[in-house]
């Protein structure tokens, strides 16, 4: 078994994109910048937004972060994701999810100019991946795929079997690991809580990726020896032994799932930091179509 290590993974893309943007520096260009919107003060999202930021820093990246109180109208949010589609030196936007109750996340989402949607959730970006036309991809996807081209492994003809349908995780997962690129290619079954036969199908699966939520419900009897399993879940559990009165866990039960696997990522450790690698890639991305530069000034 190999861990599929996303510190390792992602220190590299950090690292490529800290040499990018010290060449854009030099070069006399603006430094590419990231706004965060953070609304409320729910633990998990403060996590990610505050390692989001830090990695902003990591790599050179300019990022402020903007933040509401829970009970914030809908209208002011709406108002302020204008002023930053408008905002000449802001090249990506991206609104921590989830949202309060009371504001509709899709009129936030589809709010957002797909030029700055670096988390890739705009029905634009979405449309472009299912397409197979160049765009913003869904940073935790995105994430995987890194992951995997890290470790050189390639799906071509491959039976992948996705856990979860969600328009973040699971479905854009299965629409890259089905595609005509050189990361795709693979055979998907997308599987959600509505699937009959789950263990069945994730034994037929050479590739497994658990995207749904529920801390340790993969489990060694419903893995093929030699498949590569990626674990996207994050929860929370309560542990009084820990610090701070909480563990992380994944979807895939890691002790006994890991010895059958060919590859396997840990959580944490895993998909998280190459959800925050992706991100930052995407905000590069949109920072040099935003002022028509190309990877030739990387290398002139
Ligand atoms: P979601 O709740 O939006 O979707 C969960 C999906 O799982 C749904 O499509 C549902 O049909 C499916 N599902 C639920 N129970 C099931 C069951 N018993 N059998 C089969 N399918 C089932 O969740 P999400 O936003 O996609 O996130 C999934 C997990 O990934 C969560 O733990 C979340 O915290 C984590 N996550 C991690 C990252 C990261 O960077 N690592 C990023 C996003 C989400």
């Keep these: 078994m190999i861990l599929l290590d996303g510190k390792i993974a992602s220190a590299e893309t950090r690292k490529l994109l800290a040499e990018k943007v010290s060449v854009l520096k030099t070069k006399g260009h603006p430094t590419p910048h990231l706004a965060a919107v ?18 902003c820093a990591e790599v050179g990246f300019q990022s402020t972060l903007i933040r509401f109180t ?6 002011e949010l709406l108002e302020k994701i204008k002023e930053l589609n408008e905002e000449a030196n802001v090249d990506g936007i991206l609104v921590q999810l989830p949202l309060s109750k009371h504001i509709d996340e899709e009129k936030v989402i589809h709010a957002i100019t797909p030029a700055k949607d670096v988390d890739g959730f705009h029905p634009v970006n979405i449309g472009n991946l299912v ?9 935790t996807p995105y ?5 995997l081209q890290h470790y050189n492994i390639n799906v071509k003809g491959q039976h992948a079997v996705v856990i979860g349908r969600s328009n973040i995780v699971g479905r854009p997962m299965s629409i890259l690991l089905s595609s005509n690129q050189p990361y795709g290619n693979a055979t998907v079954t997308i599987c959600h809580s509505h699937t009959h036969n789950l263990k069945e199908l994730c ?10 939520g529920k801390p340790g419900f993969v489990t060694a009897d419903m893995v093929k020896d030699g498949a590569i399993v990626i674990d996207v879940g994050i929860t929370r559990v309560e542990d ?6 909480f563990r992380i866990k994944g979807d895939v039960n890691f002790e006994e799932v890991a010895p059958k696997t060919s ?5 944490p450790g895993g998909v998280g930091l190459m959800t925050i690698a992706a991100l930052l890639s995407n905000t590069l991305r949109a ?6 530069l190309n990877e030739d000034i990387f290398t002139t």
């Design 287 to 292: 920072y040099m179509l935003r002022h028509n």
């Design 263 to 267: 590859y396997i990522t840990p959580v």
């Design 70 to 75: 829970d009970d914030v109208e809908e209208t």
């Design 143 to 147: 994430g995987i795929i890194l992951l």
């Design 240 to 245: 009084v032994t820990a610090k701070k009165g």
């Design 203 to 212: 034994l037929q699966g050479d590739i497994i990726v658990a995207a749904l």
């Design 38 to 55: 953070l609304i409320g003060n729910n633990g998990a999202s403060e996590t990610y937004v505050a390692s989001k930021i830090k990695n």
């Design 131 to 139: 397409q197979g036309s160049p765009t913003f991809i869904p940073a």
